[in-house]
């Protein structure tokens, strides 16, 4: 584990522009999906269509975090995808039923504090000191060391749940509690004509249709869709940028679901085209860098998917 850590972004090593193309295969709703007669698509004052970067950046992390549960990670991060979940609080790494993993992480923790233990999980007692201090327990430490041998150790718990959520590869993507998002994405505008669908409510109960529950839903019939993302400091090889690269290729062979309606079919998009400007400043003389991070688009050469995906996979 590096010793600043929390400080993973910065300074910037890689900074990545991707473009990607979509095309509908299906009409597609982003606004309103509550129980107004008329359920407009997001627009600007102009008319203009939007699909706001949360949006995109939701689907996108659902997709990771669905296949992170899939793939073989070690250490922390194994422990950090079996402990993700997420509540009204947010992003948590607590436990819901099994605990021995996460008290045995907490143990070791409190061992290495102690100086019972040189090492644990590639810490040592002077990084774990730094990271009390980087991961906002600084005015708690005097609680830590009261509950070094108590049964009760509440703040431990805490500190253990925010070791987890440093070395979570979902987390360095899209951002937790403790962590800034490597990952951004813009809004998508588009200009195109919209249709109205009608619709009608159906009671969950009965299985027939709700009495006076007709509705029409503004649909997008047919787009080409761009999206920009920028990611810094993905470093090839490393578990994060392996899960990209695993989301990534998901996308391109399966498409994406966004929006609204997608139990009705609504909202299914198909990757069309994408390019790629890997901006990667290390071993780069000073000017080189400065026109790269000015322009990237002018002075980075464009990869497609397939080379970056096999970018982020191989150091």
């Keep these: 584990m590096s010793k600043n850590i929390i400080k993973?972004?910065?300074?910037?090593?890689?900074?990545?522009?991707?473009?990607?193309?979509?095309?509908?295969e299906t009409p597609i709703h982003i606004g309103s999906i509550e129980a107004e007669v008329r359920r407009s698509f997001l627009k600007l004052k102009n008319e203009v269509l939007v699909i706001p970067?949360?949006?995109?950046?939701?689907?996108?992390?659902?997709?990771?975090?669905?296949?992170?549960?899939?793939?073989?990670?070690?250490?922390?991060?194994?422990?950090?995808?079996?402990?993700?979940?997420?509540?009204?609080?947010?992003?948590?790494?607590?436990?819901?039923?099994?605990?021995?993993?996460f008290n045995k992480l907490k143990s070791e923790l409190i061992e290495l504090y102690k100086g019972l233990k040189k090492e644990a999980y590639g810490i040592n007692k002077e990084q774990l000191k730094e990271l009390i201090y980087e991961l906002g327990f600084k005015e708690e430490e005097k609680e830590l060391e009261k509950e070094l041998d108590e049964n009760e150790n509440k703040v431990w718990t805490?500190?253990?749940?925010?070791?987890?959520?440093?070395?979570?590869?979902?987390?360095?993507?899209?951002?937790?509690?403790?962590?800034a998002?490597?990952?951004?994405?813009?809004?998508s505008f588009i200009k195109s004509k919209t249709n109205e669908r009608p619709g009608i409510a159906i009671d969950r109960e009965s299985g027939k249709v709700r009495e006076g529950h007709l509705y029409f839903i503004e649909i997008l019939p047919k787009a080409k869709i761009k999206l920009m993302f920028i990611a810094c400091n993905l470093r090839p090889g490393e578990e994060d940028s392996q899960l990209f690269a695993n989301t990534l290729n998901?996308?391109?062979?399966?498409?994406?679901?966004?929006?609204?309606?997608?139990?009705?079919?609504?909202?299914?998009?198909?990757?069309?085209?994408?390019?790629?400007?890997i901006a990667d400043f290390r071993n780069k003389e000073f000017t080189e860098k400065i026109q790269m991070i000015s322009n990237p688009l002018k002075y980075v050469k464009p990869v497609k998917l397939d080379g970056f995906i096999k970018w982020l996979r191989y150091a």
């Design 8 to 24: 993973y972004l910065i300074p910037i090593e890689t900074k990545i522009i991707g473009i990607l193309t979509f095309k509908t």
């Design 53 to 101: 970067s949360s949006s995109w950046k939701g689907t996108f992390r659902a997709i990771s975090e669905n296949i992170a549960k899939t793939m073989n990670f070690n250490g922390i991060a194994k422990l950090s995808i079996k402990y993700y979940n997420e509540d009204s609080s947010g992003i948590r790494y607590i436990p819901k039923t099994e605990e021995e993993d």
């Design 158 to 179: 805490k500190f253990t749940e925010a070791i987890l959520a440093i070395n979570c590869p979902i987390g360095k993507i899209y951002g937790n509690g403790y962590l």
């Design 181 to 187: 998002s490597k990952l951004r994405f813009s809004d």
């Design 250 to 277: 998901y996308i391109s062979e399966l498409g994406i679901a966004i929006g609204g309606g997608k139990s009705r079919g609504l909202g299914y998009l198909l990757l069309d085209d994408a390019n790629i400007y």
